[in-house]
């Protein structure tokens, strides 16, 4: 209808302001992380670049400020096969929480989202959206079942349902269930709660790992 086709368009004027402040800001920040990052560190690279799922399925590259060390998936497929422990907590929630491949920067940068700033690149472009569903990763798609069909009706976004209703505490199925409610219940007024929210948390810290 006309009221949910304009509210899209705003959303992507939304989007396309914010995203050029971002990226604005990611000029100084990353000057900042630079200062900060250890030598040996700053050969590797400041950033990543990472394939992920974006709308009606289709393969995106995001981008990171890069908070890992080099050949961390090489380095998880070694720990879930040496621990059990580990194979079991990455099943059940896609990530470690004290994940031992975070760099000390890293930590830092994930621990007050910094991490994901450099995908307002990604919102500018119009592959992602500053408010959405999580941006899966291609090998997810098998573990996101019925839920898949319906996510990816909406653009991935930097912030959304799981990272404030929960955030790193959250296990994969919860994360998939509110995911879909966010694309069965858009709305701009949705989305402006959810950025109050993602404000108020990183402020305070939350839940992030």
Do not use: C
């Not at 368009?9 to 000057?31: E, Q």
């Not at 307002?120 to 408010?131: L, T, Y």
């Amino acid at each position: 209808n006309f009221v949910k086709g304009f509210s899209r368009i705003l959303k992507r004027v939304i989007d396309i302001i914010v995203s050029f402040l971002g990226v604005l800001f990611l000029i100084p920040l990353t000057i900042l992380i630079w200062l900060k990052t250890d030598k040996k560190e700053r050969k590797e690279g400041l950033f990543f670049t990472q394939e992920r799922i974006g709308r009606n399925g289709e393969k995106i590259v995001i981008y990171k400020y890069r908070s890992m060390v080099t050949g961390a998936d090489k380095l998880l497929e070694q720990m879930m096969k040496e621990e059990p422990q580990i194979k079991e907590e990455y099943e059940k929630n896609k990530k470690l929480k004290n994940d031992p491949r975070v760099t000390k920067i890293g930590e830092f940068l994930r621990r007050t989202s910094l991490d994901e700033f450099p995908q307002f690149i990604n919102v500018f472009k119009g592959e992602m959206s500053f408010v959405g569903p999580r941006p899966y990763l291609p090998r997810e798609k098998k573990d996101m079942g019925r839920y898949y069909e319906k996510i990816v009706k909406s653009k991935p976004g930097i912030t959304g349902m799981w990272q404030t209703h929960g955030r790193s505490e959250t296990d994969f199925e919860e994360r998939l269930i509110l995911d879909e409610y966010y694309y069965r219940n858009w709305s701009l007024w949705l989305d402006i709660v959810i950025i109050i929210k993602t404000i108020k948390n990183v402020i305070g810290r939350k839940g992030a790992y």
